[in-house]
T-cell receptor, first 110, second 114 residues
């Protein structure tokens, strides 16, 4: 089955700096790669996703890149703000099941 | 309207009791899921139903039994609760037929077993 590794597990950045979270996956059949943000006491919410026929996608301060050959994808957050502090999960899917990474706790220091 | 709803939000109970968590989605999705999130925040898939048919059944104690009365509902019943069952349980739904799409999560049910 699919295995998703996510790094780092914790990340602290100064407000205004960029944050990068990286994930690798094992199943070459995976074709959908979402990123979720989970705030304290809430369920995970999709912030951006990318499909395997696209190499990069951007939405305001958030961007995701995908390297299918190397089987890795990354989340980039620019101009970080305190409200970006949360746990971020990457995931990979080729069918019914989303396999999640173990999460990255991002802390943005004002 | 809430897309994926769960009840109750909090559940505190004694060891050995039986409890149920209910989930409903109003998105018209064909697939629903139960996840367990422990204190380390890892999201572990437990079960998945597609059009009321069980399609994912991970290594979960048989004290956990899912039930899907229709496409919009997926309930989770837990027998003989143990301390280790304490966690946050998330329901989710997704439209799988037709290609990759967003999975929506419910707000979670925090289960505490005393």
């Amino acid at each position: 089955g699919e295995n998703v590794e996510q790094h780092p597990s914790t990340l602290s950045v100064q407000e205004g700096d960029s944050a990068v979270i990286k994930c690798t996956y094992s199943d070459s059949a995976s074709n959908y790669f979402p990123w979720y943000k989970q705030e304290l006491g809430k369920g995970p919410q999709l912030i951006i996703d990318i499909r395997s026929n696209v190499g990069e996608k951007k939405d305001q301060r958030i961007a995701v890149t995908l390297n299918k050959t190397a089987k890795h994808f990354s989340l980039h957050i620019t101009e970080t703000q305190p409200e970006d502090s949360a746990v971020y999960f990457c995931a990979a899917s080729s069918g019914y099941q989303l396999t999640f990474g173990k999460g990255t706790k991002l802390s943005v220091i004002p | 309207d809430t897309a994926v709803s769960q009840t109750p939000k909090y559940l505190v109970t004694q060891m050995g009791n039986d409890k149920s968590i209910k989930c409903e989605q109003n998105l018209g999705h064909d697939t629903m899921y139960w996840y367990k999130q422990d204190s380390k925040k890892f999201l572990k898939i437990m079960f998945s139903y597609n059009n009321k048919e069980l399609i994912i059944n991970e290594t979960v104690p048989n004290r956990f039994s899912p039930k899907s009365p229709d496409k919009a509902h997926l309930n989770l019943h837990i027998n003989s609760l143990e301390l280790g069952d304490s966690a946050v349980y998330f329901c989710a739904s997704r439209q799988v037929t037709g290609g990759p799409s967003e999975q929506f999560f419910g707000p979670g049910t925090r289960l505490t077993v005393l």
